[in-house]
């Protein structure tokens, strides 16, 4: 079971920011899915956990495999075509019992092609219109100050005739959002603007080596930088020195061969990736987290600077290949394949070795405060202020480990008739994590079974029944 959407539907379908989580909710069975955190995938396929979505690029790995979602934000310039795999797919696709989203990259042609592109976007103008609880491309809400300008270029074209050619993407986007700082005991109530930005680039080389022989090779590249610049949308405490920047860095290195014979075909891929999800890099750098009180009330706090008061700094390097012969005999065509992933973890998280303090102040104290603004930081504190409490990060430390992921499968596409085909399939799955906590599991065998019943050009009936196995998400290893 599945639908997709071509090059010419993408180029006509109205969607946000180029986003292809956007693109995603044009489909049937795609809804859009909340919770988890604000950065998670918003995509739910038959309303399944989100975090579960396998996404590809050419059939190749684009998850962020520590907790989940995709790793490289494919803009709409970047695909020739998308499809999602919601239920009954072949043995060739696993690693999920959600759905499956595969991505295909465009490839350049004997003609020269290209865009070019700009988008200015001025919430204000328009909110009145949209309404209230707007959110960024990544789950955040926005204020009607929110702006976007979004640029971007691709260009395909020939290096040799009907032998090589090339395709380029690269594609900029800014989103800007203010937010309120207003702490009334210190004297300050103002504006706190802020900055999202992503740069997203994709190239790909083919080249055809015979008519039956091709490779390519692609490279994704993705830095994305969210700003928690303080404040609140509708006013907070938190000082900018306690703000902090939340970066994500992909990369995707690809190289594909095809071979197309009489009787058989073969593919095969080999990919690195890489991925640093640096949670919270402090706008002021490592220090001490302070939160201010009034001596006279500690319900609630004046401000908080100094320090995001944690440490979230992930980093993930992957190697994958994957190979599949295809057999033609007769009415059946079997398909043999394995696909095999190694991705190495590392993990330092915790809290803030540097401490986290709580604070009271006399009402002196604060009105000597009153005058730094902004600006207010740890240095600017009186020595002898009342300690609350403290707490801090007394063992800071790495967690690493390695996840192996190699599935096997076998197929096969029985033409039984005219108008009956039966697809049949096994797949083995086998995880590394598996072994953390006993003995490796290494029976993790998937039958599927499905049907294609045509009986005259109006009507199809189609089914299918299958076992599928996820792998487990890296997250639920190390927070164990």
Avoid at 362 to 378: E, F, K, P, W, Y
Wanted: charged share 15%.
């Amino acid at each position: 079971i599945s639908a997709s959407l071509d090059a010419t539907a993408i180029s006509i379908l109205p969607v946000e920011a180029r986003s292809l989580e956007r693109l995603l909710f044009r489909l049937p069975g795609v809804t859009q899915s909340t919770g988890f955190f604000p950065e998670a995938p918003s995509v739910a396929i038959n309303g399944a956990n989100a975090l579960k979505t396998s996404y590809l690029v050419d059939g190749l790995d684009n998850n962020e495999n520590f907790l989940g979602g995709h790793r490289f934000p494919v803009p709409v310039g970047a695909i020739q075509d998308v499809t999602v795999l919601s239920g009954s797919y072949s043995a060739a696709f696993g690693r999920t019992a959600n759905g499956v989203v595969n991505v295909t990259t465009p490839s350049g042609s004997n003609e020269f092609r290209g865009e070019i592109f700009a988008v200015s976007r001025l919430n204000d103008l328009i909110s009145e219109r949209s309404g209230s609880g707007q959110t960024s491309l990544f789950g955040a809400p926005v204020s009607e100050s929110f702006s976007r300008n979004q640029g971007g270029i691709a260009l395909s074209g020939p290096i040799l005739k009907d032998r090589s050619f090339f395709f380029l993407n690269a594609e900029f986007i800014q989103d800007k959002t203010d937010n309120i700082l207003r702490a009334p005991a210190l004297g300050v109530d103002t504006v706190l603007p802020g900055t999202n930005e992503q740069t997203l680039i994709t190239a790909r080389l083919d080249h055809y080596w015979t008519d039956r022989f091709n490779s390519a090779v692609r490279i994704n590249y993705g830095n994305v930088e969210l700003g928690r610049q303080g404040g609140g949308l509708a006013g907070g405490v938190t000082f900018p020195s306690a703000g902090s920047v939340q970066n994500r860095e992909s990369l995707n290195l690809a190289a594909t061969a095809k071979y197309r014979g009489d009787t058989f075909d073969y593919s095969g891929a080999l990919q690195y990736s890489s991925f640093r999800w640096d949670y919270g890099q402090p706008l002021g750098g490592d220090g001490p987290q302070v939160t201010l009180y009034a001596s006279g009330n500690l319900s609630a706090p004046i401000a908080v600077i100094g320090h995001p008061g944690y440490v979230f700094d992930s980093r993930e390097k992957t190697w994958q290949t994957q190979h599949a012969v295809t057999f033609e005999r007769g009415t059946h065509r079997l398909r043999v394949g394995l696909d095999y992933l190694r991705a190495n973890f590392e993990l330092f998280g915790g809290g803030n070795p540097n401490g986290n303090f709580s604070v009271a102040l006399t009402q002196a104290q604060i009105s000597a405060l009153a005058g730094r603004g902004t600006g207010l930081s740890v240095t600017d504190l009186p020595a002898n202020l009342q300690i609350l409490s403290a707490s801090f990060e007394t063992q800071p430390s790495s967690f690493g480990k390695k996840q192996e992921l190699t599935n096997l499968y076998v197929e096969d596409q029985w033409q039984v008739t005219d108008d009956l085909s039966l697809t049949l399939g096994l797949r083995l799955d086998y995880d590394s994590m598996t072994s953390v906590v006993g003995d490796c599991d290494t029976d993790n065998f998937s039958p599927r079974l499905s049907f294609n019943y045509t009986p005259n050009e109006t009507l199809a009936i189609r089914g299918g029944i299958g076992i599928f196995v996820e792998k487990i998400p890296y997250a639920i290893i190390s927070d164990a």
